[in-house]
């Protein structure tokens, strides 16, 4: 059963994280447009729509590198911290290094089709 629960336990983690990071990415944008109506009609939101997965995926990606579902966080110290906010940090460099290069790329291919 000990194994079970680890595994269901690393599970549940996992679905918050992914909560989390999409509402962040998600409300960001909101607040940055003032509302629905100006959000939904950004093209930030188009680029949001198709970069989400990603974005979800390198996350869970570096926070399971960083071992955060094998961390026992009841006994959560300094080092814990300090790997949170190296993954946190990390993530956010490869996030905007991906979109940036998603981006340049794609601006480049519309110059180059026109």
């Not at 909560?19 to 939101?45: A, K, Q, W």
Request: proline share 1%.
């Amino acid at each position: 059963m000990g194994k079970i629960n680890k595994i269901l336990r690393a599970i549940g983690l996992v679905l918050i994280d992914v909560f989390i990071v999409f509402f962040s990415y998600v409300f960001s944008l909101f607040l940055r447009y003032d509302g629905v109506s100006e959000f939904v009609e950004s093209v930030y939101f188009s680029y949001l729509v198709h970069a989400l997965p990603l974005i979800l995926l390198l996350y869970i990606v570096v926070f399971a590198i960083m071992s955060f579902y094998r961390t026992i966080w009841h006994y959560a110290g300094i080092v814990e911290i300090a790997k949170v906010a190296f993954a946190s940090f990390a993530g956010t460099i490869f996030v905007f290094g991906i979109l940036f290069c998603y981006a340049a790329f794609k601006g480049t291919l519309k110059e180059q089709l026109a």
